[in-house]
Structure formats: structure tokens, C-alpha cells
């Protein structure tokens, strides 16, 4: 129905289970994906094991007049809750993509870039990518990062 209303875009209706197998089979044929909330909840998990995780997916619901950013999924890690190991990859990107959608792209980029570094170079990852590092020595990385690039 969404679709209709942008009849210069091309959509594609689709039943939850069999976008699920083609997020699996053929994920690059997605763009964008506009779903109710429910099925936004069993896609993103699916998205999420297929790059690494819950810690490190990012998301945002966006509505014609608000917008809300949160990690992209609903992981509740009650297994290392209060134990200093979850990753705040998703967190930290949600707020980089709050600060594009509010004009600041130049403090977007900067984090995100950030990020994506510190992930790159691999000598602090938190359990979840490999390593043993904990939240605070993951983001002390990444702050460490930002405040070498100026």
C-alpha cells in the first residue's frame, strides 16, 4: 500500500516467511524494506546473524513525522548483562545515523568512521567479533580514535 503512494519505485510485496528465506538466499536484492514492526523484528534478527550479530546492527524506525534510533535488533543478552561484554557497535552507530538524519553529518561521519576503524584494525574486538575486549575498553577505542583524527 506504501508503495502506491511513490509509483516511481519499484516494490515487490512479499509474505514474512518467504522474505525471510530470500533476506538468507539473496540478500542484495533488497534496498530498502518497509514492513509492520513485527515482521521488521524477525527480518532485522535475520539480518543481524547474517553480518555478525546483534551487537553490531544499527537501526532506526522512521515515521512521516518522527523518527526513533535504536540497535536494529532486540537481543536481550541477559547472559552477559552486567559482565561488561556487550558490544555497543549497534548503539553507538543508531546514534551516528540519528546525527545524519539531524542535519550533523560531519559528527556522523566522524564516529561511524571511528567505528569502522577500530573493527578494521582488530586489535580490540569484544567477544561477539573474536576478541576479549570488554565494553569499555571497545569504546575507550573508539573515543581514543576520534580524538586522533582531531
Known amino acids: 500500500k506504501v508503495g502506491e503512494e511513490y509509483p516511481t519505485i519499484e516494490t515487490n510485496d ?7 528465506m530470500q533476506c538468507v ?3 542484495q536484492q533488497f534496498d530498502v524494506m518497509v514492513m509492520p514492526n513485527l515482521y521488521g523484528g524477525i527480518l532485522s534478527n535475520i539480518g543481524a546473524g547474517l553480518v ?6 544499527p537501526g532506526c524506525n522512521m515515521g512521516r513525522e518522527v523518527a526513533v534510533f535504536e540497535p536494529g535488533c ?6 552477559i548483562k552486567g ?3 556487550a558490544n555497543p557497535t549497534a548503539l ?4 551516528s545515523m540519528m546525527l545524519r538524519h539531524l542535519g550533523l553529518d560531519e559528527h556522523a561521519n566522524r564516529i561511524s568512521k571511528a567505528v ?3 573493527i578494521a584494525e582488530g586489535k580490540t574486538r569484544t567477544r561477539d567479533m573474536g576478541g576479549n575486549a ?3 575498553q571497545f569504546t575507550r577505542s573508539i573515543l581514543d580514535k576520534m580524538e586522533a583524527s582531531g
Open 14 to 20: 512479499m509474505i514474512v516467511d518467504n522474505a525471510s
Open 25 to 27: 538466499s539473496r540478500p
Open 52 to 57: 555478525g550479530g546483534p551487537g553490531i546492527v
Open 74 to 79: 532486540r537481543h536481550v543478552g541477559l547472559d
Open 83 to 85: 559482565k561488561d561484554q
Open 92 to 95: 553507538i552507530l543508531s546514534g
Open 116 to 118: 569502522y576503524d577500530v
Open 134 to 136: 570488554t565494553t569499555h
